[in-house]
């Protein structure tokens, strides 16, 4: 800590064009019921801090961070996402398709078109929480120097709506 008491975080912010994707999906809601199958033009962002800088004077190198959370991106991209933990939404999987169940409809999709993800809901909250887990995974593994205090991944599924998942670690 510096003599005069205060503490010093930077941060990176990253809102790239090419951090987007494509992606179909429906809600449920708390009473049971459910929105029509629809589709969004998502954008992605994502926030880093640390406590300090690296040895080049930076939080994170750029050139290695940002193809990371694309890749989380464009897994999403193009796919029909579903909630694989929502209490009321029953997937199967037979013959090279999932099928989706919810009360008297079902929907059928070719198993190269749906990603499953492991949460209640497909809402823009939880699919921050998924891209977050995602780049997490990845950038664990190919940047373990990297020190986060913490990560802000931000979702629209339009201009001027948008949800959040954060992660802070320490004191």
Known sequence: MPPDGYRERYANLLDKQYFNFAAAHFLVFANG???PLHG???RAELELETDGLDAAALV?????????FK?????????VLMPGRCPVVRLERKDGQVHALWKDDR??????????????NTSSERI???LCEDWLTHVRVALPEL??????VLVSESPGQSASYEREWGA
Do not use: G, M, T, W
């Open 33 to 35: 019921e459910r929105e």
């Open 40 to 42: 969004h033009n998502y």
């Open 60 to 68: 994170a190198d750029f050139i290695q961070v940002k193809p990371l």
């Open 71 to 79: 890749q989380a991106c464009d897994r999403l991209d193009h796919k």
């Open 107 to 120: 929907f059928s999709f070719p198993e190269a078109d749906v990603v499953v993800l492991d949460v209640e």
């Open 128 to 130: 921050a929480f998924v």
């Open 147 to 152: 020190k986060l205090r913490r990560v802000k």
